[in-house]
């Protein structure tokens, strides 16, 4: 049996980045990016005002009874007006191109104009409301790295940089599938002994909401013929196989010995983890498998601890994994015992500090207390209690 550590250095070593492709900006939004974006303009690419108002050349103290003004107005669009001459003020719309010359603005609400002539309240200060070509960026910064995922302000970038179309990582495309005699569909009411199907919707939830596109199919029963067709399936239908259920040690868990079958590696199975330890993972020429316990938030926690970082390095994230926070603990909880274990918590932050409240939980057939986590706690294997006030790693749950 491996630790939860062997087992993200298998998934590490044998999940590489998928192939890139090329998306318009429009559909690129959750994306990672398979090349940097590079800006090939200057941010802003012209001098410009930042208000309404008048350019002008501050401290050239043109005495009463002011600048004169400049016919006409420069509006945002507008050619670069021509250079501003001594004691000149030039009419101007935020956005506008500056004259030459310029090195301050002053906002039209602090000026009074008069027959052809305009007066300040105050003297302008050198520098005041306007921006200069390339301040923010200058032409060649990089903007966006590889391996990002792509997000509104990102998107922003990249279109500023003109990146569009642009080259991401190619998506997983995930099939899910529960395994057990006893499951029925959610819209069905569930005969005596016979229970709906949550892992099915949850696992394809999971998936959607990172963006990853998924395809559910009806639940399999725990029948040989049936979980053999489920592993004869090719890569060309999916990257990445989600099972849930019949990988544990009884009699009916038959997803494993068909695995092996079908001509699939097992590369673990049976992880020192609580919940979650019969998880199998095996790979088939490109494709991979990921078995689940079918109990519900042993498939979830699997799903964040294993899946989530194996299709986080598929898509080639900088950072694969559900993210892991440090948070101080509100009561003690007791050891692990011999395996690491993993739960369900509340994190909040309190004036500035993250703390992390331990949910009751009747075990991991509980989905409502893990519906109202937001993390697990881990708690790692052979130690002692972990007593109220201690530090502790908390994953995050991201859905
Ligand atoms: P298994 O891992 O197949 O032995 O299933 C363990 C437990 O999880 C059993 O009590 C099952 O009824 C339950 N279970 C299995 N699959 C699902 C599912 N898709 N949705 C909800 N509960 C399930
Ligand atoms: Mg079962």
């Known amino acids: 049996m491996h630790t ?116 300040f309240d105050r003297e302008p200060r050198s520098g005041a409301h306007l921006r200069r070509r390339g301040e923010s960026v200058a032409g060649g910064t990089a903007l966006l790295a590889e391996g990002q995922r792509l997000d509104p302000a990102g998107v922003a970038l990249a279109a500023l940089a003109g990146a569009d179309p642009l080259s991401v990582r190619r998506r997983p495309r995930i099939a899910i599938a529960t395994t057990g005699n006893e499951l029925v569909l959610a819209r069905e009411k569930p005969p005596e002994g016979h229970l709906r199907d949550s892992n099915g919707p949850m696992l394809a939830a999971l998936c959607r909401a990172r963006g990853w596109p998924a395809v559910l199919s009806a639940p399999v029963p725990d029948e040989a013929a049936a979980v053999d067709r489920l592993f004869a399936a090719g890569s060309d239908e999916f990257d990445v196989l989600v099972t849930s259920g019949g990988v544990s040690a009884g009699d009916l868990d038959l997803l494993p010995p068909a695995a092996e079958r079908a001509g699939w590696e097992i590369l673990f199975h049976r992880v020192s983890v609580r919940p979650g330890k019969p998880v199998a993972f095996a790979r088939r020429g490109r494709s991979f498998w990921f078995g689940l316990p079918g109990n519900p938030v042993s498939a979830s926690a699997c799903f964040h601890l294993f899946v989530r970082r194996a299709l986080d390095r598929f898509e080639g994230a900088r950072e694969p994994g559900a993210p892991q926070v440090r948070a101080r603990l509100t009561r003690e909880l007791p050891p692990a015992g011999p395996r690491e274990t993993y739960r369900d ?38 130690g002692g209690p972990l007593p109220a006030g201690s530090i502790v790693t908390c994953v995050l749950l991201e859905r």
């Open 4 to 119: 939860v550590r062997e087992a993200y250095a298998i998934l590490d070593g044998a999940v590489s980045p998928a192939d890139a492709e090329m998306v318009p900006l429009a559909e690129a939004l959750g994306r990672i990016l398979a090349r940097g974006v590079v800006s090939d303009v200057e941010w802003p690419p012209f001098d410009t005002s930042a208000m309404d108002g008048y350019a002008v050349r501050a401290g050239e103290a043109p005495g009463e009874p002011g600048r004169r003004e400049r016919p006409g107005l420069v509006a945002a669009g507008d050619p670069v007006p021509p250079p501003l001459l001594p004691g000149e003020a030039v009419r101007l719309m935020t956005g506008a191109p500056l004259p030459a010359g310029t090195d301050a603005v002053v906002p039209v609400e602090e000026s009074r104009r008069e027959a052809g002539r305009v007066r």
């Open 345 to 382: 918590a509340l994190l909040s932050d309190d004036e500035g500090e993250r703390r992390v409240e331990p949910l009751r939980s009747a075990g991991s057939h509980d989905l409502l207390s893990h519906a109202h986590a937001n993390a697990l706690i881990r708690v790692p294997a052979e």
